[in-house]
């Protein structure tokens, strides 16, 4: 028998992730511990890291850093749980799951930039208040930046809560739910109480890795934290982009030693909530059998769909006002919109964004592609061999989520340069596929494995081998679940800004890296147009995702649902 | 010595697959005292220019640079916006550490003060070459010290000027007819109106250059602050800035527990009427925000008693740079009559040239003065005299001190 391509495909999978994550953090090490020959260090020292200690804002940049990114997770998770308890299989459940897909393509800055305007002291909700009250000029109070980071953890909340809530959603129908609520809904348990003793532990470990994800990423989140999070200090990994862009090179060691930190402290949320997640099974053992029926039943589903619609409507409210911005003529505060309209801000960065629009896209489509494939081939591989991975494979296979991007990324281009491969469309492309196929996988691999095995086996039996059944069996199954992966791929894509600009040497501009960097120039107007733009191309791809199954099923009845 | 072989085995993921792009030719340097063989050679190249790219107008000046590049140099200019000069920077020093010494990726660097005095400590740029551009006969660097020391740094012919930029202030006249212009008087309005001033954080550029300028008229002893800090005492040249600071700070926006982030970010407020006086260093950044209508057209500009903080925007070309020709050719039309009357206009730019108008013919001059002024553009007299910039040690000592102090409680 030859090496069949599917046998291969999980080892080529984790070469392609772990590569890149390896070297891009050993070119990190080297300067924490005083290695850059560049800079004329040559020799092995401590010293970064002592001076690292040195810094006075280091206890509290890295508080920050646990405290948001723990109490982001915490809350997204639970109203996520609090959504689906209440709500599951309702009219409401459907609409706020319509309102809240969308929301994931919305790009993280663009999001944030969005709240900022909502809730600054002179922004739209304090405009709404000002005029009847007659302010002149907005209150003086800390909202934006507070010292303990409440609007990061808000801004973070919005964006990973529909995250979340999609990677519940994908793991759901394989746990039956339906039938488990009605026989415990049966036995008088409450709807809630039902959800979370029956559902909820078999839930959990399969969404377990993608809550991981949001932690790490919120700890070491670097767009969102300085737009809305404090900054004096700021968070641990705004610090130490700020160090790595100190004009004093030597600035370069101490940002190394900070990006280690930074990953160790990211190892110790992980732990933290891991320990967090034992106990509090531990604890919950004796009241999931003691029979508790339920309280407070109604508050909690009020309050699971109160704030998920908060949310949703935060986010969309805050585009509305960007796009409103987009259009503005001179705008001040307290009215409630423009003094004048003018086309003037689309008309001078309309065409320029739109020409990087086919690029874009083209890195996504592209990128999303490989990993689709290489997902899918992993997958196959899990059918047809029983190559299923263990626990620890899964570990590495998120490993480019967990590792801070700022702790690898810098290494990395290094390691691009000593390849001769940086600068170029192709690297671009290649260290998207890293970020990408991890989120291709969380979202494939549940639909994959939920697939009946009797209909490949009622295939097989028909005479058909693996290849048929591949092509005529699964994929059209599939096809939706399949397209939505690629969809979240193409917008995690989307999104990419240091590894675009690390790799792509400024000479492989996208849509992200003009936006931002037409927005460093702080115009509203500006941000609002580039905002809007992300948004879309992000969008794109989850609109075909819906539009493409209804073309190619529309006289298939049976399999429109998906 | 390992660094070359490593190349070609270094495992990196998909390297295998991928086509491995040809090292580029190694040219022999571009001599700018023969001008002609630089033009030749600059024919066709490709030049990387690294700028900010976060203000429209920077952006179309550019653009229609890399016109005129095009149409009378066979030049072709690319502009990479940055969001952050450090960035090319970086750019700079990741290819060092790759060893990449030929062929990088930047070409030119809109540079200025610590970055070009890093850049030029670590050896990342290319040179001697500015003086001997053509075009530099028509500056007069005995007149103007700003063309030939960035930050008290001798540039050395290791980059050259392009604009002149100083400190400015604006306000409202709508909400604050008679601004405080001076820091003891600014001192004494935010005390009587908390609330309604602040300032970028350090490090940020404008940030830091507004504590120096509160140095410089604070600090008894002025004359030390061209020396390295290291020479001087700094504790008791400081002594009188961190006094007004600390009398200074809970009279700030937000009782200074928040700071905006950068210049752009202090004209959002200024719009949002969050704070009533704002600065730049741009001296024509008020009536470009007039125009761009961030700022209604109440908004006029002054500057402090005694005069504000001034410098010159230069260009620097990295010591690997791929197209070098290209560059000198690129720096030498930024310093032609032509490029200066149009970034000096407040359509376009509004920088101060750095042209000597002594050493131009009269059709030249002739450009200069068909410039209009904008409503909120001070003329070259009411913006007064021009302040030196202390030597950069002083701004990385009183950041990391301002950091300490400031920047790192809640």
């Known amino acids: ?562 | 010595m390992i660094r070359r072989p490593m190349r070609n085995w270094l495992p990196f993921g998909l390297a295998a697959a991928l086509t491995v792009t040809a090292p580029t030719l190694a040219f022999a340097e571009a001599d700018p005292a023969d001008w002609n063989a630089v033009l030749v050679e600059a024919k066709g190249q490709t030049v990387y220019w690294n700028a900010w790219g976060g203000a429209e107008n920077v952006n179309a000046f550019i653009d229609w640079m890399g016109e005129l590049a095009q149409e009378n140099y066979g030049v072709t200019l690319e502009h990479v916006k940055l969001s952050d000069t450090a960035e090319a920077v970086s750019r700079v020093l990741a290819e060092k550490s790759a060893g990449k010494d030929a062929g990088g990726a930047i070409d030119l660097i809109w540079i200025n003060g610590e970055n070009f005095a890093a850049m030029k400590r670590q050896g990342l740029l290319f040179g001697p070459w500015s003086e001997a551009l053509p075009n530099w006969q028509l500056t007069d660097p005995e007149a103007n010290a700003a063309l030939t020391a960035d930050f008290t740094v001798p540039t050395e012919g290791l980059e050259s000027p392009w604009g002149m930029a100083q400190l400015v202030f604006y306000h409202d006249t709508a909400r604050l007819p008679r601004p405080p212009r001076s820091m003891a008087a600014l001192a004494e309005w935010a005390e009587q109106n908390p609330g309604r001033f602040t300032y970028p954080q350090p490090p940020d550029f404008l940030g830091s250059t507004f504590l120096k300028q509160a140095l410089i008229e604070l600090t008894p002893d002025t004359d030390a602050l061209s020396q390295p800090v290291e020479e001087a005492d700094y504790a008791s040249a400081t002594a009188p800035l961190w006094d007004w600071l600390d009398a200074l700070t809970p009279n700030l926006w937000r009782q200074g527990k928040a700071y905006p982030q950068n210049a752009q970010r202090m004209i959002q407020l200024v719009a949002d009427s969050e704070i009533d006086i704002g600065f730049e260093f741009n001296p024509n950044a008020a009536s470009n925000a007039i125009a761009n209508f961030q700022l209604p057209d109440t908004v006029r500009s002054f500057v402090l008693e005694g005069g504000s903080l001034g410098n010159a925007s230069f260009v620097a070309i990295p010591y690997n740079a791929n197209a070098k020709a290209g560059a000198m050719v690129i720096a030498n039309l930024l310093l032609s009559p032509q490029a200066q009357a149009r970034m000096a206009s407040p359509d376009e730019l509004g920088f101060g040239t750095v042209l000597a108008m002594d050493r131009l013919s009269d059709d030249q001059v002739r450009l200069f003065d068909e410039i209009p002024v904008g409503i909120a553009t001070l003329t070259p007299e009411e913006l007064g005299p021009t302040l030196p910039e202390p030597h950069p040690s002083w701004m990385e000592k009183l950041e990391e001190d301002w950091t300490s102090r400031y920047g790192v409680a809640p």
């Open chain 1, 1 to 562: 028998m030859g090496l069949s391509p599917t046998r291969a495909a999980p080892a080529l999978t984790l070469l392609a992730l772990l590569g890149p994550v390896a070297a891009g953090l050993a070119g990190t090490l080297a300067p924490a511990f005083g290695l850059m020959p560049a800079l004329s260090g040559t020799d092995v020292s401590l010293e970064p890291f002592r001076d690292l200690l040195g810094w006075p804002g280091l206890p509290r940049a890295v508080a920050l850093s646990l405290f948001t990114g723990l109490a982001a997770t915490l809350v997204s998770l639970a109203l996520t749980v609090l959504i689906c308890a209440g709500w599951q299989g309702t009219h409401a459940f459907r609409a706020l799951e319509r309102a809240l897909s969308p929301l994931l393509s919305v790009p993280h800055a663009a999001a944030a930039f969005g709240l900022a305007f909502l809730i600054a002291p002179s922004g739209w909700i304090a405009r709404l208040i000002a005029q009847p009250l007659g302010w002149e000029r907005p209150p003086d109070l800390l909202i934006l930046q507070d010292p303990f980071g409440l609007s990061l953890i808000a801004g973070l909340v919005v964006k990973e809560m529909p995250f979340l809530l999609l990677m519940t959603l994908a793991a759901l129908p394989a746990l039956r739910p339906a039938q488990s609520l009605a026989t415990a809904q049966a036995l008088g348990y409450g709807r809630v109480a039902a959800w979370f003793k029956v559902i909820l532990p078999r839930l959990y470990p399969q969404i377990r890795l993608p809550v991981y994800a949001v932690l790490a990423f919120s700890v070491s989140v670097v767009d969102v934290a300085m737009i809305l999070g404090p900054g004096t200090p700021p968070p641990l990994a705004v610090q130490v982009l700020r160090w790595m862009n100190d004009p004093d090179l030597a600035m370069r060691f101490r940002a190394a030693a900070g990006a280690l930190l930074l990953l160790a402290l990211t190892l110790a949320a992980l732990l933290l909530w891991r320990g967090a997640e034992i106990t509090l099974a531990r604890l919950a053992a004796r009241w999931l059998v003691a029979g508790g029926r339920g309280h407070c039943e109604g508050l909690l589903r009020a309050l699971g769909l109160g704030f998920g619609a908060l949310s949703a409507a935060l986010v969309l409210l805050g585009l509305i006002g960007l796009a409103v911005w987009s259009f503005a003529g001179l705008w001040r505060f307290p009215e409630l919109l423009p003094q004048g309209w003018s086309l003037r801000s689309w008309m001078r960065h309309g065409p320029e964004l739109l020409a990087l629009f086919g690029r874009t896209l083209l890195i996504a489509a592209t990128s999303s592609g490989i990993a689709m494939v290489l997902t899918t081939a992993c997958l196959e591989a899990e059918q047809r061999h029983g190559l299923r991975p263990g626990t620890r494979a899964l570990w590495l296979l998120y490993l480019p989520l967990l590792v801070p991007q700022i702790a690898f990324l810098p290494g990395l281009q290094v390691a691009g340069l000593l390849t001769g491969l940086d600068g170029t469309l192709a690297a671009v492309i290649a260290v998207h596929v890293v970020f990408v196929l991890p989120y291709a996988f969380l979202s494939l691999s549940d639909p994959y494995r939920a697939l009946d095995p009797r209909y490949a086996a009622v295939a097989h039996a028909l005479g058909r081998g693996p290849g048929a059944t591949f092509w005529r069996v699964r994929v059209p199954m599939l096809l939706r679940p399949w397209l939505t992966a690629a969809a979240v791929s193409a917008a995690v894509s989307v999104g990419q800004y240091l590894p675009t600009l690390l790799i792509g040497g400024g000479r492989v501009p996208t849509l992200t890296t003009e936006a931002l960097a037409l927005a460093s120039g702080g115009d509203r107007r500006v941000i609002g147009v580039t905002a809007l733009a992300q948004t879309a191309a992000a969008f794109l791809p989850f609109g075909l995702a819906l539009l493409i199954p209804a073309l190619a099923w529309r006289n298939r009845r049976g399999m429109r649902h998906g």
